[in-house]
């Protein structure tokens, strides 16, 4: 089932390697669904698998680190490499599993995975406007 997720700017930027203002017109033009919050700053919304299974405190977590530019895509748009919390060690991440500690260990999904899942979605073909 499809979530939708509402990302600022700055994320969708990451997500999409462009500047944020690229993202601000894309917006303005239809390319990407999203709208204005109360205070005047964009918010592109994108269907996600539901996130209900993780921890807000991980979903959280998962979105500083797209918004810190701290996940990019290795291979399309399914891997990617992910910076640990120190910045010192780096993981592959996708979706469905993580080569960090927690992800190995597997009890619970890390923070990496849901920020896989959110940029696998933000990563997805841009709809061209008519």
């Given at each position: 089932?499809?979530?939708?997720?509402?990302?600022?700017?700055?994320?969708?930027?990451?997500?999409?390697?462009?500047?944020?203002?690229?993202?601000?017109?894309?917006?303005?033009?239809?390319?990407?669904?999203?709208?204005?919050?109360?205070?005047?700053?964009?918010?592109?919304?994108?269907?996600?698998?539901?996130?209900?299974?993780?921890?807000?405190?991980?979903?959280?977590?998962?979105?500083?680190?797209?918004?810190?530019?701290?996940?990019?895509?290795?291979?399309?748009?399914?891997?990617?490499?992910?910076?640990?919390?120190?910045?010192?060690?780096?993981?592959?991440?996708?979706?469905?599993?993580?080569?960090?500690?927690?992800?190995?260990?597997?009890?619970?999904?890390?923070?990496?995975?849901i920020a896989a899942v959110?940029?696998?979605?933000?990563?997805?073909?841009?709809?061209?406007?008519?």
């Amino acid at each position: 089932m499809l979530n939708p997720i509402g990302i600022t700017a700055r994320e969708a930027a990451n997500a999409y390697n462009v500047s944020p203002r690229t993202i601000r017109r894309w917006a303005q033009t239809g390319r990407l669904d999203a709208a204005k919050d109360a205070s005047g700053h964009w918010v592109i919304t994108l269907d996600t698998p539901s996130l209900d299974g993780f921890k807000p405190a991980q979903v959280e977590r998962a979105r500083e680190l797209i918004a810190q530019g701290g996940i990019v895509p290795v291979r399309g748009r399914r891997i990617f490499l992910a910076v640990s919390n120190d910045g010192d060690r780096t993981y592959l991440t996708a979706p469905q599993a993580c080569n960090c500690k927690a992800g190995i260990k597997g009890r619970y999904p890390c923070f990496h995975r849901i920020a896989a899942v959110i940029m696998s979605a933000a990563t997805a073909p841009v709809r061209r406007a008519a």
